[in-house]
């Protein structure tokens, strides 16, 4: 099973920034998402599709339809920028590729 | 305070072994499923190996299966992995992470460690 996401998305601050997770039905499953900023470990910033764990902004969404995951950031910021992971159960943890956020 | 600590990683030559440790603390160690993930350098996340919570079911990575053997110490508090005849694509940071429930299918991994940096070259 694969999980495929866009190697870099680029957004300007203050924008919404749409990151996607493409999986054969992956509406079928849960995804989560974490974030990785350089040299840190990745942080869980939603799970079970759109739930945020304590802590997490509320700028930070995610969806789950079809065979597309999709993690959203409402009103960008500086410190977004990072590494985004969605993740998803298939027999296995699957993890995606990755995507670089980059805030311009 | 939930900590999880790893330990155990080094510079080995191909074909030799290594156990890595993961240190729990500040939640109930057998209540949760616990997994290794790894990441090259440079590299995203590859998923390696995850326990339930009393150990019964495990699951591996298709890429360390009949290398990698993950188990469980509830007495300790600590999870482990010992690798196996060891190859220069096993380079990569090795993180513990707690599951948010008790299967290896509980894919939420809420709290990781800072890992341990397992290095594979001769």
């Known amino acids: 099973y694969e999980l495929i996401q866009p190697p870099s998305v680029s957004v300007s601050p203050g924008q919404t920034a749409s990151i996607t997770c493409s999986g054969h039905?992956?509406?079928?499953?849960?995804a989560c998402w974490y974030q990785q900023k350089p040299g840190q470990s990745p942080v869980l910033i939603i799970y079970?599709?759109?739930k945020r764990p304590s802590g997490i902004p509320e700028r930070f969404s995610g969806s789950n339809s079809g065979n597309t995951a999709t993690l959203t950031i409402s009103g960008t910021q500086a410190m977004d920028e990072a590494d985004y992971f969605c993740?998803?159960?298939?027999?296995?943890?699957?993890f995606g590729g990755g995507t670089k956020l980059t805030v311009l | 305070e939930v900590q999880v600590v790893e330990s155990g990683g080094g510079l080995v030559q191909p074909g030799t072994s290594l156990r890595l440790s993961c240190a729990a603390s500040?939640?109930?160690?057998?209540?949760?499923?616990m997994h290794w993930v790894r990441q090259a350098p440079g590299k995203g996340l590859e998923w390696v190996s995850g326990?339930?919570?009393?150990?019964?079911?495990?699951g591996y990575a298709d890429s360390v299966k009949g290398r990698f053997t993950i188990s469980r110490d509830t007495a300790k508090k600590s999870l482990y992995m010992q690798m196996n005849s060891l190859r220069p694509e096993d380079t990569a940071l090795y993180y513990c992470?707690?599951?948010?429930?008790?299967?290896?299918?509980?894919?939420?991994?809420?709290?990781w460690g800072q890992g341990t940096l397992v290095t594979v070259s001769s």
């Open positions: 993740q998803a159960w298939d027999s296995s943890v699957v």
């Open positions: 326990i339930s919570w009393n150990g019964d079911t495990i």
């Open positions: 079970q599709d759109n």
């Open positions: 992470a707690k599951a948010y429930g008790a299967t290896v299918a509980s894919i939420t991994f809420d709290y």
């Open positions: 500040g939640f109930t160690f057998d209540d949760y499923a």
């Open positions: 039905k992956l509406g079928d499953k849960y």
